[in-house]
């Protein structure tokens, strides 16, 4: 009887520490939860809230002459493509790019800051045929006109930094670039980069004051870190509660490990779930993360801390 009622339960509380996609996954096999674990999603947490508010706040924003922009920095694999790609992905057309609105347009900055590569790139994006030697005005028109039929209403700007691979001055005139088409189109511009874009942005004061940078932290060890666990921990289709949020030794080395990048605490928490399954502990404790080969980021770097094959 009183084993019943243990059942009862933790069957009850199962219910409650996966999302329901997540359960559904339970009774799968070995290698279609494997399979799982390893998809791209989105887990959201405060930092990429706030950059998702700011973002729908600039994509209301009624036009003006002086449309506001944005910089989005982080370090590299700390979530900022994913954040804008998630913008991207809420605002989506629903009927094919030709028919229907297209709010929100996403393109690389170019290799190196060359205006006409960039314009390029964005005519590639929205499937407008052109030719690399057709002048820079006649892309510009091509731009403005598009833009405006399909109702687009802010352009994102990802791997900005790229830019700083040219001279200072060819940097200065790619922002000028960036700062005209923000005044013609009357559209807010979202830059993304790593930090050392702000070297970009900060060429000239009229720049640096129109791309306002939000800041993707690094993770600390606090109470968002345990929730963003928490959020993880949801998703993993594994029989045993592993509480990586309530293990404080876990949960440290965890970040030590990643040192504080989100695509590196993901990586090796999805490596030690799949070890999990496939030593059928079917939970994650130190030895699974210890155990999964993973590397940290700045080790890397160096080849004697590889291991051999
Ligand atoms: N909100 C999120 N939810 C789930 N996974 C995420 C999230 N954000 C980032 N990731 C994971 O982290 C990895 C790195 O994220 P992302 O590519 O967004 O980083 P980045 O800051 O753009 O890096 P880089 O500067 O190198 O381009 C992604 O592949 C993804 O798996
Ligand atoms: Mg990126």
Known sequence: MGNKKDDLKSAGNTVLRLIP???????KT?????DYIKRERFIVYPGAQKVLNK???LLIE?????MPCLLIVGDSNNGKTSVVKKFLKMHMPTDGI???????IIVQAPPRPDVSMFYDSILDEILIPFKKSDSLSRKDAEITYY??????????????????SGSV???KEFMNGLKNLNNKLLMPIVLVGIKEALNATNTDFQISSRFKPMYLKRWNFNKEYLTLLKSIEK????????????????????????????GEIIEIISLSAIYAIKSRKEKITLDEVKSTGYIQPSLRRSIDDLEAV
């Open 21 to 27: 996609k997540s359960m559904e996954y339970l009774e």
């Open 30 to 34: 070995d290698e279609e939860r494997i």
């Open 55 to 57: 973002l729908e706040e």
């Open 62 to 66: 009624p036009k003006k002459s002086r």
């Open 98 to 104: 030709e028919t229907d609105a297209v709010p929100v």
């Open 147 to 164: 833009f405006s039929k399909l109702g687009t209403k802010i352009l994102i700007v990802d791997e900005i930094h790229n830019i700083l």
């Open 169 to 171: 001055a060819k940097q």
């Open 235 to 262: 998703i993993l289709p594994l029989k045993k509660e592993s509480n990586i949020a309530e293990n404080d030794k876990l949960a440290e080395n965890i970040l030590d490990m990643s040192e504080g990048l989100l």
